[in-house]
């Protein structure tokens, strides 16, 4: 049997090292040890004596994606098992896939898209026009087959065809009998996988999502009361002032609209021990609107439409107003807008963009009326976000990146939290030290019991009387109007944190004496407290989580939820908020809402509006018929991965993680002689970093291991179960090497496959760095980019301007980088002209600019460069810094949000930011071509030569 899977490349294979490039194994149906039949990756092969058809893999693209036209679509290829020859057979510019042969073995039939949509073809093997044997229309011929008297069998739109020879094509009437099936309504109870939560104006309850669905718990007992219960989303729960109402976001009927569920009996005091509730739907509009908040009067509901315009309900009028246009924000991915109502009801604070910031956002203060007032408070090219209302509405406590230290290269700076005192008053105040503060406190105190007047004594019953009054008095108050000197605003911030962070959320008490924040410095997010009376900051607790600070309304506690778990936080305390949520789930239900979720979620946030001219209507309608006979999440995927392939666009498809397996087999770091033919194992390669290199180890190449852990190897038996769970644990390892007859032991401990890939990965570029001084000799540096990533930039820095500083050159190498946001670091980088010297004494130290390469350079790029690998060529190319040599890279430069589902072992993508050049000209599926195009083949793969490497030097040497 043959079988394809990524076990262990071959020693001497030029093939970039990762699970995508898989190798060719056979096995006997005995099931003794399988045996490598081909290092070379190949789908879908189709044997015909010594020769097989096999589909080629490029890249990272999707399999499910149609209808493009670039270098990393698939071909069919014919491979001669004994003279080791590849041949590519087929040209067609675009998907060419699932060769199988014709009974005659001269021709071959396969899958293409060269009238648009996938259709049978045939083709003869030494050339000629392919002919065109079906005709299928909007939807893709899949997964041919052949027989030995050429009769084809295929699937078409989820049917299974015939076709004899010379005759059209026949569906097949099919009839499945199934006692399996998946129940409608499965009773579960939830106690983790909160998501986002809502603090009672009591104290007493905690509003929560989970899988979707709305619940209140109670804080102090685990009680917990299911809101809502549908197979649909909810989200952005939100307690009424009073506490007797919550304000919610519900995605139904394809669209997401605002929805309250109220208290009905006045008797019932909390949610979680309610008797009757009842929801109203608040908004009614094809736009979408969600992420309500209550307004803290009570009175209206601020709320997104269209994602990033702010609108305002009022509940008794039930009118809407704008308060912010949706051109001020911009929502990449739903939920990463931020607005506060301020105190008096009458402000809204907002993240803001104005036109062009989406990198640096600013806080703005919006008026709540509809009017359109709107200030820019910070006005910084810093970012500056996440505005809260503190001390009363006095001041506002953001966060900046201002005086962080930012990522050497790509996105990410830390943070700090700030206050803008809106009024001089509040401003003087918080700068007094502690002496300042008890003098002025002692000194109200003495005015407030010299306005008080005395009380007369009387009965209890006035006691009583005067008490309610005082209640009825207390729920009633007004609130004073803030009112702001902006003028002077810009030198009344304070920086309150002392060391900037991986700052998650901060809290300030009421009385502006003590800062809570959440910064990780190292592992794990922590809770930190600055006292700014007694200047001290400390850590209160560890390993906190990441997640926003809510505090009940005593401030006796903060809460936030951190993956999945509800935490209260006491001072220098952290315990967990148990629930236990009772759930319905309903498989088929839950997919349904997550296809016409993900219907919609394109329609309203792919990059382009036109779709790529797709009938999206038409395509969710068609793929939606195929619910009711999917009944796992695997197919789910499958299925959603070829509606969404339809929009020939990058970033696309669904992922279905299924749990993994908690038994991994481990591995040691070794190349193994295929020719040794008796028990154990024989060494060929250790590679740099294995387990098995340790000081005085007598393990070397050529020796021989018989035994792991006491278990024989047996010869043509399969070993690798003695290695089942034991990554990282102590292992005997019993040896001896041939010709010398003594046998010993060694303890190692060995690595995992994930850890092995990273020993594979630094293998291959050490040999692409050897090529690249046996090529030059010496006088060019080789640097390879693994990933468009702060980390990777370290790595290109630290080796471009050190090891390879005196370097004449330096080849640049992208292939198979999968993209980041990296393209204007490297520009930068490698784009420095020298322009000065620095020369003590005679003696030349360095130049300027010190921190970028200013000698020549090459990119070396490939059909499985990906989105911002495909930027930064383009960038490289497009400021004439140097030379691009290799295969074309397809045009894949937009970003992507990939939105995990209600059920977290689905995610999908959509892609939703395009790149424009100067031009005009979209990125996307625009093709980037190198000014040298060279290949490697499937046979220079296994030689000793890198054929593009090579190139990429003699270009450079050419100068």
Known sequence: VLFSAFIQPAQESQQF?????????????????????????????AQHGNRWLYTDRKGYEDRWRKHHTSSITRDVWLYDTKKKTHRKLTGFKGENRNGVWSSDGGSFYYLSEQDGTFNIYRAELEGGAAVQLTHFKDHPVRFLSADKNDNLCFSFHGELYHMKKGEKPRKIDLHIISDNFEREVVPQTLTTGARSIAVSPNGKEIAFIARGDIFVTSIEFNTTKRITDTPEQERDVDFSPDGRALVYSAERDNRWNIYRTELVRKEDKYFCYARELKETKLTDTDIPSFQPLFSPDGKEIAYLEDRSAIYVLNLES???????????????????????????????????????????????????????ETT????????????KWVLGGKAILFFSDRAGYRSHGSWGAYRDAYLMFLTPDAYDDFRMNKEERALKKEMEK??????????????????????????????????TPLVFDLDNRRHRVVRLTRHSSSLSDAYLNKDGSKLYYLASFERGVDLWEQDFLENTTKLLSKDVGYGLLLPDKEEKNLYLVSQGRIKKIEIGKVTDVSFSAPFNYRGAAERAYIFDHAWMQVKDKFYDKELHGVDWKMYGETYRRFLSHIDNNFDFAEMLSEML?????????????????????????????????????????????????????????????????????????????????????????????PGKGERFEEIVKPITYGEESELLYNRWVEQREELTEKYSGGRIGYIHIRGMNSSSFRDVYQN????????????????????????????????????????????????????????????????????????????????????????????????????????????????????????????????????????????????????????????????
């Open 645 to 737: 392939g339809e929009l020939n666009a990058s970033h696309t498809g669904a992922r279905y993680s299924a749990p993994g397996s908690n038994w991994q087999t481990a591995t040691l770091g070794v190349f193994w002689d295929d020719t040794h033919k008796g028990d154990g194992l024989k060494i060929k390669e250790i590679m740099k970093g294995s387990p098995l290199i340790k000081a005085n180890s007598k393990l070397k190449e050529g020796v021989v291991i018989e035994k792991i852990d006491g278990e024989p190897v047996e010869a043509g038996k399969s070993w690798w179960h003695l290695l089942d769970g034991k990554g990282g644990k102590h292992v005997v390892i019993t040896a001896y090497t």
């Open 800 to 959: 471009l301007l050190g090891k390879y500083r005196n370097k004449e050159a330096v080849v640049i190498d992208t292939r198979f980088n999968g993209g980041g946001w990296l393209h204007d670091d490297l520009a930068t980088l490698l784009s420095g002209k020298e322009y000065q010297r620095f020369i003590p004494r005679g003696e030349y130290i360095g130049s300027d600019p010190f921190n970028k390469w200013n000698k020549p350079s090459i990119v070396l790029m490939g059909e499985g460069n990906y989105s911002n690998a495909h930027g930064f060529p383009w960038l490289y190319k497009e400021l004439g810094i140097g030379k691009l040599v290799g295969a074309p890279v397809p045009g894949t430069m937009t970003a992507v949000w990939w939105e995990t589902q209600i059920d977290p072992s689905l995610v999908f993508g959509i892609p939703q930011v395009t790149v424009v050049d100067m031009r005009g000209t979209v990125m996307e599926n625009n093709q980037l071509e190198p000014d040298v195009e060279v290949y490697n083949t499937p046979e220079s793969l296994l030689s000793e030569d890198d054929l593009q490497l090579k190139r990429a030097v003699e270009e450079l040497l050419k100068n």
């Open 376 to 387: 820019n408070l910070t006005l910084s090219g810093y970012s500056d976000v996440h505005a």
């Open 17 to 45: 090292p990762m699970g995508l490039f898989s190798q060719i194994y056979a096995v006997t149906l005995k099931g003794d040890r399988p045996w490598m039949v081909s290092p070379s990756h190949m789908e879908d092969i």
């Open 318 to 372: 039930k009118k809407r107003r704008k308060v912010m246009d949706a051109q001020y924000n911009y929502s990449y991915s739903d939920g990463d807008q931020w607005f506060q109502w301020s105190p008096d009801s009458k402000w809204i604070l907002s993240d803001y963009i104005d036109m062009g910031g989406w990198n640096n956002k600013d806080v703005a203060l919006i008026n709540a009326d509809g009017s359109g």
């Open 446 to 479: 003495e005015a407030k019991e010299g306005d008080k007047k005395p009380e007369s004594k009387g009965k209890k019953g006035d006691k009583d009387a005067k008490e309610k009054t005082n209640a009825d008095k207390d729920s009633t108050k007004s609130v």
